[in-house]
């Protein structure tokens, strides 16, 4: 007889019935390795089962849901020779067509016969047809199963995994271990807020009657999450407060030449970020701020602004920043306004020599460099200062939580300046940045040029040719943007390779070069160097170029499949181009065959400069993910909550999490007794309190 397997919370997935070693490998792609793991993959949306409606009843411009089976799937090219699957769909009152372009992965998916739940925008070509409409295969075998729930979960797939698998395996786990999950909440905030129990919010997060009664538990497990992110932004507060730093009063003779030496006026937010520091700085506890800024908005001056108090002061002050293009042209910016105030300042990065490397070592350690400027060499062990009082992370969101931390223990509780030229929601700020001041500039400096922004449809991509060959005869150069460095079988995208052979076709009178992250730095700095010096006209490149490249003479760019990059990342590329006093432009050029939504998205960036309704216009369409960045905050991932559409929640939960920690501030009261016990579990982010 076969023993019996338990399940328990902490059980690999592998023995839930019909699992087993190779679906638990699946499922170990989308982060699912444990029971508790999969009761807490929460279903992306819902299909409720009583709104599937007949073909023959659809309407143009409906959202609608539709089952049906396959009558005919083939994969073809269109006149711009993209690729593009179709399927004929069928159900017992017509058919519709539904397409899918640039997706030659889909080819091999659809079978004549096979049903399909199908999603998405009705429109109208020779009939009615959906363009790239989400879609679930469904199971003949499943097909009573299906037709007895009203409301059906639709979990995040991967290759290998079919809606049923990932269906019933949650199913065992709810019943077999639901019972056994603890409640981590005090009684009181359930009832303040009318949250249901954690086990019902699982329950009816994957087994709804309604969508209401899912509604109803998903907001329950927001919650969690919003309030343990929140608690650990709150003990990190508390920490900081309680910390002493150096306080940098002397403030004159340094700053003051500074700003005499800069061929300019500071805008009105320059200035009052600049006052912020200097309190800050002043104060007895550590500064730990965050300075974000719009593109181009003039944050690196007032950085130096920063460095320059902790030098006036005696002290040290370290740059980090994520890439060495963007290290060089910081020491390209600032070196020579230091060496005009003979201010001692150093470049640290992988690429230079040993015996280079030994000497700038060793004016660190005795003090006799005053700035340093670099990459994450900055963090590497045998890196000693004299007496470091200011640490600054540039684009931190590009570093892991331990490389920060690393740098502020280069020095005895130091200051600490984060900069952002990702412009932040006031909801991503009170989450990824709760425990951080935070001065904004929105301004730029006088004397930049307007950047103009065009769509371009491919079949219209001659003209924009030509007017950016009329631009280059005017001395000016341009950028063109592509997201793939190689061809792939599974995007139908242009490489970069593919993109400089035809620009080189296109332009032979002028000089192309093409830059990207698989180049050695060297080479890359090399290219950088020759473009800036004006012997490159056009630069093929991907997004290595995205952050920090100054080219004051760059006037065009044209971005290649602007549909695969989200707007915040747009509007870091467009934000390299209009430097100098010139009128600069932005060409986005898009398939004929966009989805109407993608279009949409397109179509507000084409229409907006600011950078924080990008932004949030970015973060209601993607979700935080792209600003919060993958597992580089020291915080529990937020995957449940939406920090825009909950923002009510995440507010209710910051202030129960701030108030628990004023009256309990170690934890130890026996009311927060599992409030405890989950921080235990996510006790490396704990450890990271001092850490921005």
């Given at each position: 007889m076969t023993k019996k397997t338990y399940l328990q919370l902490h059980s690999s997935v592998q023995y839930i019935k019909g699992i087993g070693p190779k679906r638990a490998a699946y499922l170990n792609r989308i982060g699912v390795e444990t029971v508790q793991d999969l009761l807490f993959l929460i279903p992306h949306r819902y299909i409720d089962y009583s709104q599937v409606m007949k073909i023959r009843d659809l309407k143009i411009n409906d959202e609608a849901t539709i089952l049906g089976r396959v009558a005919l799937a083939t994969a073809q090219r269109t006149r711009t020779r993209r690729s593009m699957v179709k399927v004929v769909l069928i159900d017992e009152t017509g058919e519709i067509v539904l397409r899918w372009f640039n997706r030659p992965d889909l080819k091999t998916k659809f079978e004549n016969g096979m049903r399909l739940l199908v999603s998405g925008k009705v429109s109208f070509?020779?009939?009615?047809?959906?363009?790239?409409?989400?879609?679930?295969?469904?199971?003949?075998?499943?097909?009573?199963?299906?037709?007895?729930?009203?409301?059906?979960?639709?979990y995040p797939l991967t290759e290998g995994l079919t809606l049923w698998d990932i269906k019933r395996a949650v199913t065992i786990a709810l019943r077999e271990c639901c019972s056994t999950v603890p409640e981590i909440l005090p009684s009181r905030l359930l009832e303040k807020h009318a949250l249901m129990t954690r086990r019902d919010a699982l329950f009816n997060i994957h087994e709804p009657k309604t969508v209401e009664e899912a509604r109803c538990a998903?907001?329950?497990?927001?919650?969690?999450?919003?309030?343990?992110?929140?608690?650990?932004?709150?003990?990190?507060?508390?920490?900081i407060k309680d910390t002493d730093g150096i306080k940098m009063i002397d403030k004159g003779t340094r700053t003051k030449e500074l700003l005499e030496l800069l061929p300019y006026d500071l805008t009105h937010d320059q200035k009052q970020a600049i006052q912020t520091i200097a309190r800050d700085m002043a104060a007895p506890r550590p500064m730990n701020l965050l300075l974000q800024g719009d593109v181009g908005s003039g944050k690196t001056i007032v950085a130096l602004y920063a460095m320059l108090i902790a030098v006036e002061n005696g002290y040290q002050a370290a740059l980090m920043a994520p890439t060495e293009i963007l290290a060089e042209?910081?020491?390209?910016?600032?070196?020579?306004?230091?060496?005009?105030?003979?201010?001692?300042?150093?470049?640290i990065t992988s690429s230079i020599r040993a015996a280079e490397r030994r000497k700038i070592l060793g004016a660190l350690q005795q003090g006799t460099t005053d700035i340093v400027i670099g990459?994450?060499?900055?963090?590497?062990?045998?890196i000693?200062?004299?007496?470091?009082?200011?640490?600054?992370?540039?684009?931190?969101?590009?570093?892991?939580?331990?490389?920060?931390?690393?740098?502020?223990?280069?020095?005895?509780?130091?200051?600490?300046?984060?900069?952002?030229?990702?412009?932040?929601?006031?909801?991503?700020?009170?989450?990824?940045?709760?425990?951080l001041d935070i001065a904004t500039i929105k301004e730029k400096p006088p004397g930049r040029g307007d950047v103009i922004t065009k769509i371009i449809r491919e079949r219209d991509k001659h003209d924009a040719y030509k007017f950016i060959r009329d631009q280059l005869a005017l001395h000016r150069q341009a950028f063109v943007i592509c997201p793939i460095i190689e061809r792939s079988e599974k995007f139908d995208l242009k490489s970069v390779q593919d993109i400089h052979q035809e620009i080189t076709r296109a332009f032979p009178e002028f000089q192309t070069g093409v830059i990207h992250g698989r180049l050695k730095t060297p080479e890359r700095i090399a290219i950088m160097e020759t473009f800036r010096s004006g012997r490159?006209?056009?630069?093929?490149?991907?997004?290595?170029?995205?952050?920090?490249?100054?080219?004051?003479?760059?006037?065009?760019?044209?971005?290649?499949?602007?549909?695969?990059?989200?707007?915040?990342?747009?509007?870091?590329?467009?934000?390299?181009?209009?430097?100098?006093?010139?009128?600069?432009?932005?060409?986005?050029?898009?398939?004929?065959?966009?989805?109407?939504?993608?279009?949409?998205?397109?179509?507000?960036?084409?229409?907006?400069n600011d950078g924080f309704a990008l932004a949030q216009q970015d973060m209601k369409l993607r979700g935080p993910g792209e600003i919060l960045g993958k597992r580089q905050h020291g915080l529990p991932d937020i995957r449940i909550g939406d920090l825009d559409a909950d923002r009510e929640i995440l507010f209710k939960a910051r202030?129960?999490?701030?108030?628990?920690?004023?009256?309990?501030?170690?934890?130890?009261?026996?009311?927060?007794?599992?409030?405890h016990l989950h921080l235990r579990a996510l006790a490396e982010q704990e450890e990271l309190l001092r850490i921005g």
């Open positions: 070509y020779h009939g009615a047809q959906m363009i790239n409409p989400l879609f679930e295969g469904i199971d003949d075998k499943n097909g009573d199963g299906f037709n007895q729930g009203k409301v059906i979960p639709v998903r907001r329950r497990l927001v919650y969690d999450e919003f309030f343990f992110f929140e608690l650990i932004l709150a003990k990190r507060r508390t920490a042209q910081h020491s390209m910016v600032l070196s020579p306004l230091l060496e005009k105030m003979n201010v001692r300042v150093a470049l990459t994450h060499a900055l963090i590497e062990g045998d000693t200062f004299n007496h470091l009082g200011l640490a600054i992370v540039d684009e931190q969101h590009r570093f892991g939580v331990m490389q920060r931390a690393a740098l502020v223990n280069k020095g005895q509780n130091p200051d600490f300046l984060v900069l952002s030229a990702t412009p932040i929601p006031r909801t991503i700020a009170l989450t990824l940045y709760g425990d490159i006209d056009i630069l093929v490149a991907t997004t290595v170029i995205e952050v920090g490249v100054d080219i004051p003479n760059a006037a065009i760019m044209l971005i290649e499949h602007p549909e695969r990059f989200g707007l915040a990342q747009l509007h870091q590329l467009r934000g390299r181009i209009g430097r100098g006093a010139e009128k600069a432009y932005c060409f986005l050029l898009v398939d004929t065959y966009l989805k109407e939504e993608t279009y949409e998205r397109i179509s507000f960036f084409e229409k907006n202030d129960d999490a701030f108030d628990l920690i004023s009256i309990d501030p170690q934890i130890a009261s026996s009311d927060h007794a599992m409030v």
